[in-house]
């Protein structure tokens, strides 16, 4: 530990004086700031007018600093590029978290608290913007994905679950995910050769997915749509269809059967009671694909969806 001047201010505050000390060339590289009862301590090379400076020891600058060096705790949030996404009621504490995690080291550029639980057909919720915008690039398994939070749905805790349908993909298939979103199955089934059919009704989504595709380089082989996805005229055309609409997936079901090809494979996306996750939606696919021979080939859980309910998804096998 070292004595050096240091700016003291609130956390609050912090963000705005790290970048005012920076631009003037009065930040000093090599100390850390610090946080003690309530302060923030931003280490200087001299002492600037205008702002309350006292001398104190200081960290020696050898690893990034944190959220939780600046706060005193370990804050709760997503990371989706350089967006971070809170989830917090008291809007004190989310501006806190907010400024302490732009003043990190951390490569965070914005900050959004949830504002609203998802709704509408659109699947988007509001947002309070607590620090740029809501804009980003989000890079999953090699393929980078722009996108507006505030305009489209987008999970990136769902990119395990994504990488594991699309490492199935093989060859040239012909492969239509019903609710598209921004392109996160259907760029990388693209990427594996797959022509795909991205459909969705949101126009903002289809516009992303079509900006996705470029950014990727597989635009040849993405056909995006906005529309309802029971009115688009693929009949007995998909080898692979992704039905990640969980909370409705089984009204879609006869679309589905119509879409399918002599053979397919379906990954179908439910949410329902720990009890019997998979038998409600197995049950609903045979209804629906009476003219197949149907095989569940994969019952595969999620995530934990809310308390005794899962997401999960059954990879199912029609054949004619």
Known sequence: MVEVPCVRVRPSEGESTRRALAGGEFLHPSYEITVVDGWLYIP?????????????????????TMPSDILGYEPSYERLGELAILDEDDPERAREIADALC?????????????SKVKGDLRVREWDVLAGDTNTIHREYGNEFALDVAQVYFSPRLATERHRVVEQVQGEEQFIDMFAGVGPFVVPAAARGAKTVGVDLNPAAIEFLRENARRNGVEERVTAIHADVREIAYDDWADRLVMNLPHSANEFLETA??????????????IQHEDDPFGPGERAIRDAASEYDVSVETQHTVRSYAPHEVNVCLDVRLMR
């Open 44 to 64: 200087v090379v001299d002492a600037p007018d205008d702002y309350t400076v006292v001398v104190r020891d200081a960290p020696e600058r050898n690893r990034q």
């Open 103 to 115: 003043s990190s080291d951390l490569p965070i550029e914005s900050t959004v608290n949830r504002a």
């Open 257 to 270: 059967v119509r879409l399918a090809g002599d053979e397919c494979v379906l990954h179908y996306y439910d």
